[in-house]
């Protein structure tokens, strides 16, 4: 597989912290630590930290992403935003299928499916989380996991809207908790992922899509991560709240 058609992406994932004018000081932060990086960094922050992340982070290499998106444009779904109102905002980046979101708030592989679509027909680059819970990386059924939650997620997508999708390989037992899957882990299924895409779209496309690993990626050990052949990046959730502990991350990507 040839790493260099791919740009490491870096993406800290902020979760449901800070305020608006938190979060433009950390990006205010972050821009000076960064800005002679090669990688691609993005940042997901709350709905309503938006406007003020945009703002913050105008002239700079840092992107923002919102975490979730609704799948209809419009109409009676409370609490939701919709891909055309992300679009109006200037977000160009969609974080889809968290975690998270799958284990409190009931997301499933087909509503995962349909916000991707939501996300890709209003022009949005999404970044995909797929990953396996602790018995199922017990079972020996991590490949099974990833390859159904990837291939149902990306039903529909056509080849040349693969560009705009960035798969995140998270498995849930590292996230938040300090345990990292190892450098090889970690390799060994976004490998699998790039095998899946080879199969479903073509070797092309496989060797230019950008796969992420996330789960307790930190300063420490993100540099053994990144060298990883098919590890293209990182979607990061607890270090990259701190302005430096991230710098030392996207650095580490070169
Ligand atoms: P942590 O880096 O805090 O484990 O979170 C990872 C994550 O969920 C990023 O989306």
Excluded at 129 to 154: F, P, S
Excluded at 158 to 174: C, G, K, N, S
Excluded at 184 to 209: F, T
Aim: glycine share 8%; net charge negative; aromatic share 4%.
């Amino acid at each position: 597989m040839n790493k260099t058609l791919r740009a490491p992406v870096i993406a800290g994932n902020w979760k449901m912290n800070n305020t608006p004018a938190q979060t433009a000081g950390l990006i205010a932060q972050l821009k000076p630590l960064i800005s002679s990086a090669d990688s691609k960094i993005v940042v997901a922050v709350p709905f309503i930290d938006i406007p003020a992340a945009l703002e913050a982070a105008k002239g700079s290499n840092i992107a923002i992403a919102a975490q979730n998106v609704h799948w209809e444009e419009r109409g009676a779904f409370t609490g939701e935003v919709s891909a055309p109102m992300l679009k109006a905002l200037g977000v160009p980046y969609v974080v889809v299928g968290h975690s998270e979101r799958r284990q409190y708030f009931g997301e499933t592989d087909v509503t995962v499916q349909k916000r991707v679509r939501a996300a890709l027909n209003a022009g949005l680059t999404v970044i995909l989380c797929v990953g396996e819970v602790l018995a199922e990386r017990k079972l020996g059924i991590t490949a099974e996991i990833v390859r159904a939650q990837t291939e149902i997620a990306l039903a529909g997508v056509a080849a040349e809207e693969l560009r705009r999708v960035i798969i995140a390989y998270e498995p849930v037992w590292a996230i938040g908790t300090g345990e990292t899957a190892t450098p090889e882990q970690a390799n060994e299924v976004c490998a699998i992922l790039r095998g899946l895409l080879a199969r479903i779209y073509s070797k092309d496309a496989a060797d230019r899509a950008v796969i992420q690993y996330g789960g307790s990626m930190n300063d420490a050990n993100a540099a053994e991560l990144l060298a990883q052949p098919d590890i293209d990046g990182g979607l990061i959730g607890g270090a990259s709240l701190a302005a430096e502990k991230f710098a030392v991350i996207v650095n580490a990507a070169g």
